[in-house]
C-alpha cells in the first residue's frame, strides 16, 4: 500500500530491463560482428573492437523507453503488483490470500518436461516462456549443437524450434515456491 516503495521497486525494475536490454544489444553486436567476419577473408579483418561498438551503436539507436516496459520481468512484476492491489482493495483476508496461495502452489507443474523429475534448477525460454531443468535443457543444446541442428522447445505443443542457451533465464520466483513446498 505504500506508493512510494511501489514506485521505488517499479524503478528498479525498470533499471533491470535497461541492464538486460544492454546486455542483449550487446550480445547481439557481437553476434553479428563474429558473422559478418565469418563471411569476410582472412586478410580483410577489420578492427574488431570497433566494428563491434559500430554495430553496438546502431542498435541502441533503435532503443526507446517503451522496450524497457515490454521487458519479460518488469511485465511480470507489473502483473503481480496489480494481482496483490486487487486482494489488497478488494480487503480479501489474510486467511484467504494463503489458502488461495496454497491451491496455486498445488495445481503448479514442478516438473521438468524433459526429465519428468521434479525440478531443482528451473530456467524459463524467454521465447517461449516454459521451464526446464537448467541441467536438461542445456544438455540438449550441447548435444545438438554438436550434431549442427537445433533444439525444438520440449514442452508439448510448442511450436519454438530454435532453443538457445541465451534464451534461457533462471526461474528464480518458481525456485523459491518449489524449495517452499518441499520444506513443508
Known amino acids: 500500500d505504500d506508493e512510494e516503495d511501489v514506485s521505488s521497486m517499479e ?4 533499471e533491470y ?3 538486460d536490454r544492454d546486455l542483449n544489444n550487446y550480445i547481439r553486436a557481437l553476434e553479428e560482428t563474429v558473422n559478418q567476419v565469418k563471411r569476410e577473408k582472412p586478410e580483410n579483418i577489420p578492427d574488431l573492437e570497433n566494428l ?17 516496459q515490454r521487458n519479460e520481468k518488469y511485465m511480470y512484476f507489473m502483473d503481480q503488483l496489480k494481482e496483490m492491489k486487487k486482494q489488497y482493495n478488494g480487503n480479501e483476508t489474510i486467511e484467504q490470500i494463503d489458502e488461495d496461495i496454497a491451491v496455486t502452489r ?10 519428468q523429475m521434479e525440478m531443482r534448477r528451473p530456467v524459463r525460454n524467454k521465447v517461449c516462456g ?4 537448467e541441467e536438461a535443457i542445456l544438455e540438449i543444446i ?15 505443443g510448442c511450436s519454438h524450434v530454435d532453443v538457445k542457451g541465451s534464451d534461457l533465464v533462471p526461474d528464480e520466483a518458481l525456485k523459491r515456491v518449489i524449495d517452499s513446498q518441499n520444506k513443508q
Open 130 to 133: 516454459h521451464v526446464y531443468e
Open 17 to 19: 530491463a535497461a541492464m
Open 106 to 115: 498445488s495445481q503448479m507443474n514442478f516438473i521438468c518436461p524433459i526429465t
Open 52 to 68: 563491434v561498438q559500430e554495430k553496438l551503436t546502431a542498435i541502441e539507436s533503435k532503443n526507446s523507453d517503451s522496450d524497457l
Open 142 to 156: 550441447q548435444s545438438r549443437k554438436q550434431k549442427k541442428k537445433k533444439v525444438r522447445c520440449p514442452k508439448m
Open 11 to 14: 524503478k528498479v525494475m525498470l
